[in-house]
Each structure stands twice: as C-alpha cells, then as structure tokens.
C-alpha cells in the first residue's frame, strides 16, 4: 500500500494557517490533519467548522478532520458543509446505531468514515463498525494534545487490526522517523504528525522521512 502523509495542522501556526497549509502541499502533505476538540471529550479546545470552512478555500488537499468531541452526531452537518473530505469520530462517543447513521449520511455526501479509539480502548470495541468504515485511525497517544511520546502498545494494535481489516490504517500520536517506521512494518499506511513535521526545520525532509 502506498504510505500516506498526513501534517496535522494543530503544531502549525494559526496565525498564518493559509500559508502554512501552502508550505505543506509544496512539502508533499497528501492530507491535511485537522484536530477538532471541545473540551469534553478532551481537555483541551481547539477549532471548529467556522475554521475548517476557511482552510477549505484556502486549500485543494484533502481535508481529514478528527473529530475528539463528545458528540459528533450533533455536529456532522456543520462539518461536512464546511467541507471535510474525511471525518474522523471516536468509538468512546458513539453507539451501534449513531456509528451507522453517521455511515449513511457520509456516504451521501462522499465525505469518508474513520473510527478512531484511544490506547486505552481494546481493537474489540470497533469490531461492530469495521463494516461501516473507510478506515480506523489509531490513536498513540492519549488525545488532546500535540507533542506527547508514542505509546508503544499502538504497534501491537495495528498488525492485529492488519490481520482483519484490509482498508486504510492510520495511526496518530507521537509520530516521527522511528516510531512511523515501527507501525508502517505492521501495516499502517497512513501517517498523522503534528509536532515531527512542522517543528523540524525542513517539512519536505521530514515528509519524506516518514514516507
Ligand atoms: C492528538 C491529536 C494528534 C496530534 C498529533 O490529540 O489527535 O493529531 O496533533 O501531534 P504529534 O504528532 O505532535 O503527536
Ligand atoms: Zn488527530
């Protein structure tokens, strides 16, 4: 499978978000990242669709929105207007029912499911929805923040999903050179990182790298 590269745009500067989205399609990106949290379901805030909707016209990559908030039912609507190509929910915040609703309404608009779970949440919890996704995002760290240390246990989680899932596997959190390496090797094939590419001096190299 082709590897993929996704910056997440939470360790860019927002004061300059039109450029910095330029700066990383002319580095390679193949996605843009954008974390969304609320608060709740994390204990940090960050944007919202208002945000998205402007990175939108600023940007023809595709636009991968993670959605680390309490209810994504509620605001699905608001972020595929505001164009999202792929949109991202948490098992911890949806039901059976809630995961296939959100399945037909993505469906309809073309925009792509992801299913993401915490470290601490077993690969069991998503086995009802590998049927309604697109891909799985898995989580290396503890969501919330940008900057944390990978968690080991990730690895592990990622062959065996491997072993059953044969769509895209994209693993995020503390994502650099080496420990990209270590989940590429087990079949993830798409990277999220934050902090490894826009705090390094040249993107383009730190693209490639984890390519
Ligand atoms: C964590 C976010 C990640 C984060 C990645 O809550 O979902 O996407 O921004 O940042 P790094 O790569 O710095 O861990
Ligand atoms: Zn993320």
Redesign the pocket.
């Known amino acids: 499978m082709k590897i993929k590269v996704a910056p997440?745009i939470?360790?860019a500067d927002f004061s300059r978000l039109g450029e910095e989205l330029k700066r990383a399609r002319l580095a390679g990106a193949d996605l843009i990242?954008v974390?969304v949290m609320d608060g709740h379901f994390?204990p940090n805030i960050t944007i919202g669709p208002v945000v998205v909707k402007s990175m939108r016209r600023a940007t023809d990559l595709i636009l991968d929105v993670?959605l680390?908030i309490q209810d994504p039912v509620k605001y699905l609507d608001d972020f595929i207007e505001a164009g999202s190509d792929m949109i991202t929910a948490h098992i911890e915040t949806i039901n059976l029912r809630q995961a296939r609703l959100i399945a037909a309404r993505l469906k309809e608009k073309k925009v792509k499911f992801g299913i993401s779970l915490n470290p601490a949440t077993p690969l069991s919890a998503i086995k009802p929805v590998l049927g309604l996704v697109d891909f799985v995002l898995v989580m290396s760290?503890n969501?919330?923040?940008?900057?944390?240390s990978f968690i080991p246990g990730a690895v592990d989680k990622v062959r065996r999903l491997r072993q059953v899932f044969s769509k895209d596997i994209a693993v995020?959190?503390?994502?650099n050179s080496f420990t990209g390496e270590s989940v590429k090797r087990v079949g993830a094939n798409i990277l999220?990182?934050?902090?490894?590419i826009f705090g390094s001096k040249n993107i383009k190299e730190a693209i490639n790298s984890l390519r």
């Open positions: 997440s939470l360790s990242h974390d994390v993670h680390m760290v969501p919330g923040f940008a900057g944390q995020d959190g503390g994502i999220v990182a934050g902090s490894y």
